[in-house]
């Protein structure tokens, strides 16, 4: 799945999904390496369901993430995380809580 967006200056949002589900797991389902990359997280936040999913080689958090407005949420994403200015991973969560579908975004032009 691909969606295109053009700005009036020529610009262009691109998004690209498989539209594959990915299962969301919570910070203890994570191996103890990644736990270490999470180490952002309080004690108390471990034990709440944090609904991170890998993504191109990444763990991403939802709950960490920002929530999706403007264009991205006019496409029916409802969160994303940058890379960089110009590109990251839009998802949105599917299967009551269980799964997100994810893709990456580019800004070109």
Excluded: C
Aim: net charge negative.
């Amino acid at each position: 799945m691909r969606q295109v967006k053009t700005y009036q200056d020529g610009q262009e949002l691109v998004i690209t999904s498989n539209g594959r589900s990915r299962h969301l797991i919570t910070w203890n389902e994570l191996a103890p390496k990644h736990q270490a990359d999470k180490d952002y997280l309080d004690d108390d936040e471990k034990d709440t369901p944090r609904f991170i999913f890998a993504y191109g080689g990444g763990l991403y958090d939802v709950l960490g993430s920002t929530v999706a407005v403007g264009e991205f949420a006019e496409l029916g994403w409802q969160g994303y995380e940058a890379w960089g200015l110009w590109g990251g991973v839009v998802f949105k969560v599917v299967d009551h809580g269980d799964s997100a579908i994810v893709g990456a975004y580019l800004t070109r032009g």
